[in-house]
């Protein structure tokens, strides 16, 4: 992956790692193609970006994703966030206590938020994610930090992202 950001007329660019990053999976023939498609890359991590497989339960998906598993990170969408929607299995084959946590890869840092649960001000979460972007902010080893969510928050005019694969 090639990540260029661009704010005020600055352009930043980082090409020394390969992720991969998906949404919306379902699971069926295209899944499978996904799958392919992304192994093909060898990215070092992949970022399932939620709604895997649009049933009650995981096994479909859990199964056709099973060759990538191994790298991959998830963030948690609304079609998997209720108890009967398989929701702690997704939970426990990613050793997840929470559905937003972070990682640091190389000089990155990621926070995965959980778009479907409470982030509003004095939440568990907000102060997670204060805390968190406070302590990838005073470490002089991370050079970016990648916010990764189902549901887009908000957007600016003044910042543009592309990914190029």
């Not at 990215?43 to 339960?57: C, I, M, Q």
Request: proline share 1%; hydrophobic share 40%.
């Amino acid at each position: 992956m090639f990540i260029v950001l661009i704010s005020s007329n600055v352009i930043f660019a980082l090409s020394d790692f390969n992720f991969g990053g998906t949404g919306d999976w379902g699971c069926n023939s295209n899944t499978g193609k996904t799958v392919s498609n992304i192994k093909n890359k060898s990215p070092e991590r992949v970022l399932a970006l939620g709604d895997y497989s649009y049933v009650s339960t995981s096994t479909c998906w859990l199964n056709k994703i099973s060759s990538i598993k191994s790298i991959m990170k998830i963030a948690i969408g609304n079609h998997e966030d209720a108890s009967d929607e398989g929701f702690s299995k997704y939970m426990s084959t990613f050793g997840l206590t929470k559905p937003y946590y972070s990682f640091n890869y190389q000089n990155v840092h990621v926070l995965v938020m959980a778009t479907d649960s409470n982030f509003k001000s004095g939440s568990a979460q907000y102060d997670f994610v204060k805390n968190d972007l406070q302590n990838a902010k005073n470490n002089a080893n991370i050079k970016w930090i990648v916010v990764v969510l189902h549901e887009v928050m908000y957007t600016s005019k003044n910042m543009l992202i592309f990914v190029m694969l």
